[in-house]
């Protein structure tokens, strides 16, 4: 499976942006996905989490309330709707794919299968 983030970019405090993450796979339908953000020199965190049919969501509290998951398994994308943006969320952003038929729940604890290139979001104040 190959991943590729866009739709990052410069935003001020209050702001939004809307993320996407296209994939290559043929069963992307049948990948929990995941994105992540590494801040400067600080290790990744979990951002947001997406079952297989986009019923289940699980989000991080510091973005709880603020940022939505979501995915069109006909368009094989995945979605981040960033909102009320602060300058904390300033991070590269990474999309990630569970293995096939595995939870996102079992990829975030054995480790996600895929990765792509990430997408960097700034935040001024």
């Known amino acids: 499976v190959q991943l590729q983030a866009s739709g990052g970019g410069l935003v001020q405090a209050g702001g939004s942006l809307r993320l996407s993450c296209a994939a290559s796979?043929?069963?992307?339908?049948?990948?929990?996905l995941a994105w992540f953000r590494q801040a400067p020199g600080k290790e990744r965190e979990f951002v947001a989490a997406i079952s297989w049919s986009g019923g289940t969501t699980h989000y991080a509290d510091s973005v709880k309330g603020r940022f939505t998951i979501s995915r069109d398994n006909a368009k094989n994308t995945v979605y981040l709707q960033m909102n009320s943006l602060k300058p904390e969320d300033t991070a590269v952003y990474h999309c990630?794919?569970?293995?096939?038929?595995?939870?996102?729940?079992?990829?975030?604890?054995?480790?996600?299968?895929?990765w792509g290139k990430g997408t960097l979001v700034t935040v001024s104040s």
């Open positions: 796979a043929r069963t992307f339908s049948r990948h929990a």
């Open positions: 990630a794919a569970a293995e096939r038929d595995s939870s996102w729940y079992t990829g975030l604890i054995n480790g996600m299968a895929y």
